[in-house]
Structure formats: structure tokens, C-alpha cells
């Protein structure tokens, strides 16, 4: 996501620092307190500008979601569309997905969703996908017993490699939908992305998967 830089960018975080939590990293293995309850956690990798965890929080008022985004830049469109949806489960973090294990404890999410992520296609930046397997052994060790990953993409190049790179690490994949708008799905929040490819008739992508059989 090619955006402009916003040098008003750290002031307006500073100043949204309820929404955009400076130093997460206090709140690793106290989410629960952080939200006073003990309602699931889902986290949303690579949130962009908002629209999907501000959504998912309005549509699931019982699950606390965090969205993490790299850049600032970017973050600050989340913000106004958390600020807009009124809702008090919802948390960004403007953090690189690589640090995963130092704001979350073993166990401590449900869920992970990687929407769009950026595709990397050239062979010597394999290692940044964010399915590549030193990022699904941070998703391991931070997701519980039960928890489950879920990549949607416009990519087909990213979803095959990201279809064989869980199934490579032993998880089981629990959905693989290869055109994810043909089928009425009353409870998909769409992402920014994935408005403008569905838009351009391009399918949508989607699967699920589980680290640990017994998972349902
Ligand atoms: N999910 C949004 C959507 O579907 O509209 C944005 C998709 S955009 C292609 C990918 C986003 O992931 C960018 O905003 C980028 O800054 C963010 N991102 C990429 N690598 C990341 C990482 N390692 N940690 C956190 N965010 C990351």
C-alpha cells in the first residue's frame, strides 16, 4: 500500500494514543485485563486502513480485535474508522507483525487474519510473506488450542503458496474458497482491498487453517 507520507502522523497518534496504544508490548499476557473481560481476542496483521477490524467489531460486539499496521502513515485512516464506528473492542497497534511474540503470550489470540497481505512475488523476498513458516511459528505459538489463521487475497500466486506452506508445516486447512463473493456470505466484512479487486471482477480468496487438529 503505496501512501504519501503524513508528517502530522505522530502528533495525531499522540493524541489518539486509546486507539493507537503506545508501548503494547506492557499489555503481553494481559489483554484480558487490558479489556476488562474475557472475551476472545482476534488479531487483524497488515489492518491497512481499517474498514475490515472496525467492521468486525461492530459485527461481533462479543470479541475484542486488534488490528497491527507497520505503517503510520496508513495507521492513521484506521484510527478515523475506529473513531467513527464508535466501538470500545477494538485496538490498533502500529507495530511490524514480526514482533508478534513480544505483545502476545502463548495462547492469548483466537484468531489471526491476514487480508491482502503484500504478495513479495520475487523468489529472494520469500522470506517477507507473512506466510512464510518463521511467521506461521510466531501465529503458532501466540494462538490457543483451537485458533485458527485466515488469509483472504485477490493473489492466486500468494494463496497457492500460502495453501502449501500451512499444509507444509502440518496445519489442516479447514476452508479453501477460490471465489469467496460467489457464495452469499452475509458475514464477510470487506477489506479496502478487497472492495477495489472484487470490483474489478477479480475472485477473492480465502481459507482457513488450524495448527492443531483437534481444532473445530
Ligand atoms: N488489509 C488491508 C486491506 O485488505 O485493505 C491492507 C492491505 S495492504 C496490501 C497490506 C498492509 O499490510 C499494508 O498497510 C502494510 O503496511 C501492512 N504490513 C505489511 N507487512 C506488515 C508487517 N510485517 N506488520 C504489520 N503490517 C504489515
Not at 480485535?65 to 485496538?91: D, H, R
Not at 495462547?107 to 506461521?136: A, C, G, M, Q, V
Not at 485477490?154 to 469467496?180: A, I, K, P
Amino acid at each position: 500500500m503505496r501512501q504519501r507520507h503524513k508528517p502530522w502522523a505522530d502528533d495525531y497518534l499522540n493524541e489518539h494514543d486509546h486507539i493507537v496504544l503506545p508501548n503494547p508490548q506492557q499489555y503481553k499476557g494481559k489483554w484480558s485485563a487490558f479489556f476488562g473481560n474475557d472475551r476472545p481476542i482476534h488479531v487483524e496483521i497488515g489492518t491497512g486502513k481499517g474498514q475490515f477490524v472496525s467492521g468486525m467489531a461492530k459485527q461481533h460486539p462479543d470479541i475484542n480485535f486488534i488490528g497491527i499496521e507497520l505503517s503510520k502513515s496508513v495507521i492513521v485512516n484506521a484510527v478515523e474508522k475506529v473513531l467513527a464506528s464508535g466501538q470500545k473492542n477494538v485496538v490498533l497497534l502500529n507495530e511490524n507483525a514480526e514482533n508478534l511474540t513480544e505483545l502476545f503470550s502463548a495462547s492469548e489470540i483466537s484468531t489471526i487474519y491476514l487480508n491482502f497481505s503484500d504478495p513479495w512475488p520475487k523468489n529472494r523476498h520469500e522470506k517477507r510473506r507473512l506466510t512464510y513458516y518463521t511467521f506461521l511459528e510466531r501465529y503458532e505459538s501466540c494462538l490457543n488450542q483451537t485458533g485458527e489463521l485466515v488469509l483472504k487475497t485477490d493473489n492466486r500466486s500468494l494463496f497457492e503458496y500460502s495453501v502449501v506452506s500451512f499444509s507444509q508445516f502440518g496445519m489442516t486447512l479447514q476452508e479453501v474458497n477460490v471465489d469467496l463473493h460467489a457464495i452469499e456470505d452475509e458475514f464477510n466484512i470487506m477489506t479496502e482491498y478487497e472492495e477495489k479487486f472484487s470490483a474489478k471482477g477479480q475472485p477473492i480468496y480465502r481459507c482457513r487453517a488450524v495448527f492443531h487438529q483437534d481444532s473445530n
